[in-house]
């Protein structure tokens, strides 16, 4: 059986296209004003640095604007939410990204919190997940989002689906489980305190690996045809599940890289696009 491949870097570049002409259909409508994403980067962590660089990017392949935000090290809760309040206050920004991880020494949750729900375009405040796991409107989460417009684009036909979703992460495993949900998948959710682990995840027609640890989930734990998702990225281009034995016996899988990452980053412009689209459009 040969799988199929959930591209996520091509469907990212071909939804770049449609925004590039959302992007310059508003700028025409509101007498060339540019939509801007704010982006939060608080310490020198490179592979954060490496992130945001790449979000501002995006940004600019499609004709927005990105404000770049640095913060020192030692930043304070309390200087972090009032560069939060700065931003949600700004007209000019229509949406806010706080790229996670922070140092320890912030209240992280505090932060995404502060941010107002219509400019949390990356998903991360406990407002948006509730409405959306309640079924109502609300920006998602970029990572499950992003994992669930690709299954859509496939046409994954997720209604009446066990899928398992290994990770309880705020900004992945919780949402995705509750996207999934929504979806009228059957979700099982595990975590580090799991038992049968291999057993779980074994009964998977779909299983999503969001642990951040390189291979943890074994190929021989995944049964023949399922769906596979691998949200992790480690050096040496593995993710979070042992992959190639399965690309000849599932269904389908994302590759790594090239298939959750561009879509984490698309869903994060997609998402801004919308929200200025709101206010400009
Ligand atoms: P995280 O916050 O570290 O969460 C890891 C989750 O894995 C936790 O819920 C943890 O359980 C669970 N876990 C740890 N050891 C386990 C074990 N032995 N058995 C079962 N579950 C275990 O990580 P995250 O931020 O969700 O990220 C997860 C992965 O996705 C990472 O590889 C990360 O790089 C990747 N990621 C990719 C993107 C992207 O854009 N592509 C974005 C975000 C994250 P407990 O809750 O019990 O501790």
């Known amino acids: ?26 700028k025409d409508k509101s007498a060339g004003k540019t939509p801007i994403l704010a982006t939060i980067l608080v310490g020198a962590d490179p592979a954060s640095a490496t992130y945001v660089k790449m979000k501002g990017n995006a940004c600019r392949r499609i004709g927005m604007d990105s404000l770049a935000v640095e913060m020192a090290d030692d930043t304070s ?9 700065e931003l949600n206050n700004n007209p000019d920004v229509h949406g806010i990204l706080l790229q996670h991880p922070v140092p320890g020494q912030i209240d992280e949750r505090a932060c995404f919190d502060a941010i107002a729900l219509e400019k949390d375009v990356d998903g991360v405040t406990c407002l948006g997940f509730g409405r959306m796991a309640m079924g109502e409107e609300a920006y998602g989460c970029a990572t ?12 994954i036909a997720l209604e009446g689906m066990h899928a398992v979703v290994v990770g309880r ?18 979700v099982t959710i595990c975590h580090s305190r799991t038992r049968n682990l291999p057993a779980l995840i074994k009964q998977a027609d779909l299983v999503v690996g969001a642990v951040g ?19 992790g990225y480690h050096p040496g281009g593995v993710g979070d599940i042992e992959l190639q ?26 998402q801004s696009v919308a929200s200025a689209e709101k206010t400009l459009g």
Request: net charge neutral; hydrophobic share 45%.
């Open 1 to 26: 059986m040969s799988a199929l491949i959930l591209d996520g870097k091509a469907l990212a570049a071909q939804c770049e296209q449609q925004l590039s002409e959302r992007v310059a259909s508003l």
């Open 77 to 85: 809760t309390e200087q972090l939410l009032s560069k939060i309040n």
């Open 144 to 155: 499950p989002k992003g994992i669930m417009r690709l299954l859509e684009h496939y046409s």
């Open 169 to 186: 992460s705020p900004i992945l495993g919780k949402p995705m489980a509750a996207m999934l949900l929504e979806a009228n998948a059957t």
């Open 213 to 231: 640890r390189p291979e943890f989930i074994k190929a021989a734990w995944v049964k023949d045809g399922a769906v596979v998702i691998d949200a």
């Open 245 to 270: 034995p399965l690309k000849e016996r599932c269904a389908a899988y994302t590759p790594v890289p090239g298939g959750v990452g561009p879509m984490t980053i698309n869903t994060l412009i997609f």
